[in-house]
C-alpha cells in the first residue's frame, strides 16, 4: 500500500505548491471538490481558491460527487494528479459524501497514494470523528447523517480557524472544553498546515 500524502489546511493555499512538488508533475491536473459549501448561496470563497490554484501553476477541474454520483466521481478521481476538498459545512460534506457513496472511492484512492489537500471541512473531515466539529458547523444544515465518524484517514480530529477568525473565539473554546477530554483535536490556525506522510504528521507554516 502507498503512503497517504495529506496537506490541512484553515485558510490560505500557500503551502500547496511545494507540498505537491516531489508527488505530482508541474502543472498536475487538481481534483476541485467544492461539495461542503454547496448549502451556501455565497461561493466567492471557491471561485478565489480555484484561481489562487491556477496562479500556482495547475490545472482546476470540478469534482463534486453530490451531482454525480459514486461512478462517475470514482472516474472522474482516477483522471486527476491530486484532489482538493474545500471548506464549507463538515456535516453537509460527510453526509453528501456518503449518500454519493463516494465516502469509500476517496478514501481508497488517498490510502493508494493519491495527495489530498483538505480546507477547513475538508481538513476536518479526514479525521476519526467530526462531532467537535458542532460547535463550529450546524449539523442541521447537513445532508443525512446517521454517523460522525470521519473518513478516518488520520487519527486528530482538526479544528480549524483556531484563532477564532470565523465565529469568534467563543466556539473555539466551548469546543475544546466539551470535547476535549473524549477526542484528539489538533486546533489549526489559518497561520499553519499539517503535512501528513505515511504515519508522521508535522505542523508547518500556513
Do not use: K
Not at 477541474?61 to 476538498?85: I, N, R
Amino acid at each position: 500500500m502507498a503512503d497517504t500524502h495529506l496537506l490541512l489546511l484553515s485558510r490560505w493555499l500557500t503551502p500547496v505548491p511545494q507540498f505537491l512538488a516531489p508527488l505530482t508533475e508541474p502543472g498536475c491536473r487538481i481534483g476541485y471538490v467544492p461539495t461542503a459549501s454547496s448549502i451556501y448561496p455565497d461561493h466567492a470563497w471557491l471561485d478565489l481558491e480555484r484561481d489562487t490554484l491556477r496562479q500556482q501553476g495547475f490545472e482546476v477541474t470540478d469534482l463534486d460527487p453530490e451531482l454525480t454520483g459514486s461512478a462517475v466521481f470514482a472516474q472522474e478521481l482516477a483522471g486527476v494528479d491530486a484532489v482538493f476538498v474545500a471548506g464549507g459545512n463538515t456535516f453537509h460534506l460527510l453526509g453528501a459524501l456518503r449518500l454519493a457513496g463516494a465516502d469509500r472511492t476517496l478514501v481508497d484512492a488517498v490510502r493508494a497514494g493519491l495527495p489530498y489537500i483538505g480546507v477547513s471541512a475538508g481538513a476536518a473531515v479526514v479525521g476519526p470523528d467530526i462531532a467537535p466539529l458542532s460547535l463550529l458547523d450546524d449539523p442541521a444544515e447537513a445532508a443525512p447523517l446517521t454517523s460522525t465518524a470521519g473518513l478516518g484517514l488520520i487519527d486528530t480530529t482538526v479544528i480549524p480557524h483556531a484563532e477564532g477568525t470565523v465565529g469568534g473565539r467563543g466556539p473555539i473554546a466551548a469546543t475544546r472544553q466539551r470535547f476535549g477530554a473524549e477526542h484528539r483535536l489538533h486546533f489549526l490556525t489559518d497561520a499553519e498546515a499539517i503535512v501528513v506522510a505515511g504515519g508522521d504528521l508535522r505542523v508547518i507554516p500556513g
